[in-house]
C-alpha cells in the first residue's frame, strides 16, 4: 500500500515520480569523463582486389576514462567494407579492411573515430588498393653513381665503409654503416645529409658508435612505441632513441635472445619487419639458410620464439648473407633480396625472394639466382654515373626505406639501394683487408 506522500506524488510533475518506490535513488549511468586517443598499429596499409588486412586500434585513457568506445571507420574508397572485431571496445579492437575483387585501386586515408557520449577521438590510415594483377618484376634493371661514402681518414684508420641502412627522416638521408680498420676490426659509424650530392663531404666526418661495440645495422621507426630502434650484431642486439638524428643517445645494447636457440650453428645479417600483427626477426648463415622468428608486434621487442627456415638452398653461395626483407607499396606482397657469391672469381650480387606473408611461404623470383640475371649486381646496371664500372661486386647493403616505420616499404616506382663495392683488382685476398665504399643504385624497374 502506497503512502499518502506517494500517492500525492503522483499528482505532482512526472520528475517527483522518483521519490517513490526506491528510496529516492537514481538508476541512470552518469556519462564517461575524461579523455582518450586512439592510435594503430601501423600508419600504412596495403591490400590487393580480392583481399583483406587488418590493423590494431588501441585505446588510451589521457586522463581518467572509465567506458566502452564506438568505433567507425570513414573515407573507405569504393568496393571496400570495414568491420572491428569488438565494438564498442574498451582498450582495443581490431579492423578488417576487405577490398572486394573490383574495388577502387589508388591511395586513400582512411579515418578512425571513436564516441563515447559527448567524447571522441580519432586517428587515420594511408590506404592503398592494389590491382589484382599487380606484381613484382621478375627482371631488373639499375643505374649506379660511382662511391659516394668513404672511409674517413682519421684516427679510427678505417679502411671501408659497408652494410648500410638507410632512412628518409625530415629532409635527410640518414646513413647507419659498418666500419673495418685495418686490424680487421669491426664498429659502425653515422652520417647524414640532405641530398646524395652531398654524401661525399659527409662521409668525410662521421660519428662513430664505437660505445655500443656492434656492427651490421638496421635502423627503423616502430610506430606502436613512438620509438627508433638500432639493430646489430654479433648476436642479435638492438638499442633504442627518440632522435635517430642523436646517435650519442642510443641505450645500452640488449638482446634479443638469453642465449642462441639449440637449432642454429650461425646467424649474422639480422633484419626486423612488422605486419599488422607480427614482427619478424630475419638472418642467414653462411651456409645457405635464409631464417625467420616471430612475436606479437604488441610484445617486441620481447617474446621471439625458435627460428624456423624461410628457405634453403645445398650450395651455400646460393643464399649466403646480407638479407633485407620489405613491404612493396604497389603490391602489398614482400620483397627479399640475399647476397649470393657467383660468376667470374666468386663476384657478389643480390637474388631476390617473394612471399604473400611474412611467414612465407617464399619463392624464388624469376631468374635473379644466375649471376647474368640478378636481382641487383653488376651485370644489370646498365649506366654508371662516372662512366665505368667502378666494382666487381655488388655487396651488402639495403633499400633506401623512405617510410621508415617498422614495415620497410618500398616504393617501385622510386627504389634506390645503397650498396658496399670494391675497386676491381684491389688486391685484399682477406674479407677483411677489402677497401669497401658505398654507391647508389636506382631501379629503372617498376
Given at each position: ?25 537514481s538508476s ?13 598499429s ?20 589521457v ?15 569504393t ?41 571522441s ?15 613484382i ?25 659497408k ?21 680487421g676490426?669491426?664498429?659502425m ?71 642462441k ?23 642467414c ?67 631476390a ?62 627504389f634506390?639501394?645503397l650498396?658496399?663495392g ?21 631501379s629503372?624497374?617498376?
Amino acid at each position: 500500500m502506497k503512502s499518502a506522500a506517494c500517492f500525492v506524488a503522483l499528482l505532482l510533475p512526472l520528475f517527483f515520480i522518483s521519490a517513490c518506490g526506491s528510496g529516492g535513488s537514481s538508476s541512470t549511468n552518469p556519462p564517461p569523463t575524461g579523455s582518450f586517443t586512439l592510435k594503430p598499429s601501423v600508419s600504412t596499409l596495403s591490400i590487393a582486389q580480392g583481399s583483406n588486412g587488418t590493423v590494431t586500434i588501441t585505446i588510451t585513457d589521457v586522463s581518467p576514462f572509465a567506458g566502452s568506445v564506438n568505433l567507425a571507420a570513414t573515407g573507405l574508397p569504393t568496393g571496400v567494407t570495414a568491420s572491428f572485431a569488438t565494438n564498442p571496445a574498451a582498450s582495443a579492437s581490431v579492423l578488417t579492411l576487405t577490398a572486394s575483387s573490383s574495388a577502387t585501386a589508388g591511395s586513400s586515408t582512411v579515418t578512425i573515430t571513436g564516441t563515447a557520449s559527448s567524447l571522441s577521438a580519432s586517428t587515420t590510415i594511408a590506404l592503398t588498393v592494389t590491382t589484382s594483377a599487380s606484381q613484382i618484376p621478375t627482371t631488373w634493371s639499375w643505374t649506379s653513381t660511382g662511391p659516394l661514402i668513404s672511409p674517413a681518414s682519421d684516427s679510427h684508420d678505417i679502411i671501408a665503409v659497408k652494410d648500410p641502412s638507410t632512412v628518409y627522416y625530415n629532409g635527410q638521408y640518414l646513413v647507419y654503416a659498418s666500419t673495418v680498420n685495418s686490424s680487421g676490426d669491426y664498429g659502425m659509424e653515422y652520417v647524414h645529409f640532405a641530398d646524395w650530392s652531398d654524401a661525399p663531404a659527409a662521409s668525410a666526418s662521421p660519428y662513430y658508435l664505437d660505445y655500443l661495440g656492434g656492427t651490421a645495422p638496421q635502423v627503423f621507426y616502430f610506430a606502436p612505441q613512438n620509438k627508433w630502434y638500432l639493430i646489430y650484431q654479433w648476436t642479435p642486439q638492438f638499442s633504442t632513441n627518440s632522435d635517430p638524428t642523436q646517435p650519442q643517445n642510443w641505450t645500452t645494447p640488449q638482446n634479443f635472445y638469453a642465449s642462441k636457440p639449440s637449432n642454429i650453428s650461425a646467424w649474422l645479417d639480422f633484419w626486423i619487419i612488422c605486419d599488422s600483427g607480427n614482427c619478424y626477426l630475419f638472418f642467414c648463415d653462411d651456409g645457405g639458410h635464409f631464417w625467420e622468428a616471430s612475436t606479437p608486434i604488441g610484445d617486441f621487442p620481447n617474446g621471439f620464439g625458435t627460428p624456423v627456415l624461410a628457405y634453403s638452398e645445398a650450395n651455400q653461395n646460393n643464399l649466403f648473407e646480407a638479407d633485407n626483407v620489405y613491404t612493396v607499396k604497389q603490391t602489398g606482397t614482400y620483397l627479399a633480396d640475399v647476397e649470393c657469391i657467383g660468376g667470374p672469381d666468386g663476384h657478389r650480387f643480390f637474388r631476390a625472394l617473394t612471399a604473400t606473408s611474412l611467414a612465407g611461404p617464399w619463392t624464388p623470383l624469376g631468374n635473379t639466382l644466375n649471376f647474368d640475371t640478378p636481382f641487383l649486381g653488376t651485370e644489370n646496371i646498365t649506366a654508371w654515373t662516372n662512366g665505368s664500372q667502378w666494382t666487381d661486386d655488388i655487396s651488402s647493403g639495403g633499400g633506401v626505406i623512405t617510410g621508415g616505420d617498422q614495415t620497410d616499404t618500398i616504393d617501385l616506382n622510386n627504389f634506390t639501394f645503397l650498396y658496399q663495392g670494391d675497386a676491381p683488382n684491389n688486391g685484399a685476398s682477406n674479407y677483411n683487408a677489402i677497401p669497401w665504399q658505398l654507391g647508389l643504385a636506382t631501379s629503372n624497374s617498376n
